[in-house]
């Protein structure tokens, strides 16, 4: 698909919030799909769908392409490959290293702020240790 079709589609989707799927990235836990499922929204983990193991810049590119918000715990990497991208369905970031159960209740955090966007096109969630979130484009 090319970036100009990608925008028109994306664009036509503004507003609608969390509707668009989420994939998780391979650092965190598998639990984290699992919340987001338990909300009701569609989610899968990069083990589930046989993206393991693959590259950043790969996840990066399928999340664009196929409509996802991103979720990772891996922010260096992901801001880069994230700005980038010229339009993207929305990168949440859990920023801390903390306990897998920690990690997993900052990213119910996650999920509370992105469900009171607006929109996720192209807006970045970080949340981090404290709870404190950083809603930006």
Same mark, same amino acid.
């Given at each position: 698909?090319?970036?100009?079709?990608?925008?028109?589609?994306?664009?036509?989707?503004?507003?609608?919030?969390?509707?668009?799927?989420?994939?998780?990235?391979?650092?965190?836990?598998?639990?984290?799909?699992?919340?987001?499922?338990?909300?009701?929204?569609?989610?899968?983990?990069?083990?589930?769908?046989?993206?393991?193991?693959?590259?950043?810049?790969?996840?990066?590119?399928?999340?664009?392409?196929?409509?996802?918000?991103?979720?990772?715990?891996?922010?260096?990497?992901?801001?880069?490959?994230?700005? $980038?991208?010229?339009?993207? +369905?929305? *990168? #949440?970031?859990?920023?801390?290293?903390? %306990?897998?159960?920690? =990690?997993?209740?900052?990213?119910?955090?996650?999920?509370?702020?992105?469900?009171? $966007?607006?929109?996720?096109? +192209?807006? *970045? #969630?970080?949340?981090?240790?404290?709870? %404190?979130?950083?809603? =930006?484009?």
């Amino acid at each position: 698909m090319s970036r100009d079709n990608l925008g028109a589609q994306l664009a036509g989707r503004a507003g609608k919030g969390l509707m668009d799927p989420i994939l998780i990235d391979g650092c965190p836990s598998p639990k984290f799909a699992s919340v987001a499922v338990g909300r009701g929204l569609v989610a899968f983990h990069v083990v589930w769908v046989s993206l393991e193991g693959s590259e950043d810049w790969n996840l990066a590119a399928i999340a664009a392409e196929r409509d996802y918000v991103f979720v990772t715990i891996n922010r260096r990497d992901f801001l880069r490959l994230y700005s $980038q991208l010229e339009v993207h +369905n929305g *990168l #949440i970031i859990i920023v801390p290293t903390v %306990s897998t159960a920690e =990690r997993v209740r900052l990213f119910g955090i996650a999920l509370d702020v992105a469900e009171q $966007q607006d929109r996720l096109l +192209n807006l *970045l #969630i970080e949340v981090h240790a404290d709870g %404190s979130v950083d809603v =930006r484009d």
